[in-house]
């Protein structure tokens, strides 16, 4: 099993940083990363979610990291397809790859709030379809020949789409999944498979099974899995520190999710499953119950190898850590960090 990095750029407002020191420590953690031997570092993309995320420009950071860092792959985890047009998404990737001498790693998903589909002025029953558009124009584009393509959203003729990525086929592609049908299609198109923090264990254990039971791909199915993490020596300090930081996560994730969870919109009937876990959020969230659901890796480095034992055993090839959720000072971060790259990962070697 893989360790990779997840940053989302939290705000959380005990922390009381600006946001150019989030970005300081977010830069300083992963170039750090690079030297600790961390396989990946994710950028997400979230528009207007103050506190919970105020990483709205992944590529620009990643275009930094490019420069400062020398081996760690930097992926783009995810970008809302329906969002944005497939060339300059095509254009970006390629100039990354660039920039980056290869490394970039590409995650594409349809985006769950609301308020960015009604910002961007995108349908969200169009989710699926625009995604797929994204994928056939941007596999087409790694081709570095003239992109001809007609589909319900877009139309090219003969575009050449320039800069041209230097990976060779292509940079490795994932995609998120939350809903059943999305799981089936990520293994139809052979593509990782990426699953984020919304779901209990149980649940999410479920959806691998039916993305394995899915696979026909030639090569390895590959299931990256983010999860909030805080490893230290000492397990009671580690959960002393977990308690507010990831507590204040969860609820921040679910305020944010939960227009889609209550009002299903259309295309996302498929959250009605989460039904039963709005009880859960109703009587409020916090660490203990985080941990019984699966949702959270806390402790010692002999408990979070205990802990991540049962997402390698499920079939999770790479975990996504999201070290103190972005809501512990980046001096606790790269403590964890240096704790898990030397005392935990050589477990899953």
Known sequence: MEFDLFHEIAMPPFLERTEAQAYADALDEIELADKLGFRCSWLVEHHFMRQYSHCSKPELLLAALSQRTQQIHLGMGIIPAPYHHPVHVAERIATLDILSGGRLEIGLGRGFSPQEYQAFGVDMSESRSRTGEMLDILRASFSSQPVTYKGRHHTLNKLDILPHIIQSPQPPIWAAAV??????????QGL??????FKPWLMTKFDIKNYL????????????MAVG????PEGKRA??????????????????????????????EHFREL??????????????LLENFGMVVVGSPDECIEQLRKFEAAGVTHILCAVGAGAVKTEIVRESMRCIAEEVVPAFR
């Not at 990782?192 to 923090?197: C, D, H, W």
């Not at 039971?213 to 199915?221: E, L, N, R, T, Y």
């Not at 039963?276 to 660490?287: A, P, V």
């Open 229 to 232: 993490i805080l490893c230290l």
């Open 239 to 268: 959960r002393q520190l977990a308690k507010q930081a990831l507590t204040w996560f969860y609820h921040e994730l679910y305020k944010t999710a939960l227009p889609v969870l209550e009002q299903l919109y259309p295309s996302y």
């Open 179 to 188: 809903s059943p049908e999305s799981f089936a299609w990520v293994a139809d």
């Open 213 to 224: 039971g899915a696979w026909k791909g030639q090569i390895p199915p590959r299931i990256g």
């Open 275 to 288: 039904g039963r876990f709005r009880e859960f959020l109703k009587l409020g969230i916090n660490l203990r």
């Open 192 to 197: 990782g498979m990426l699953v984020g923090p």
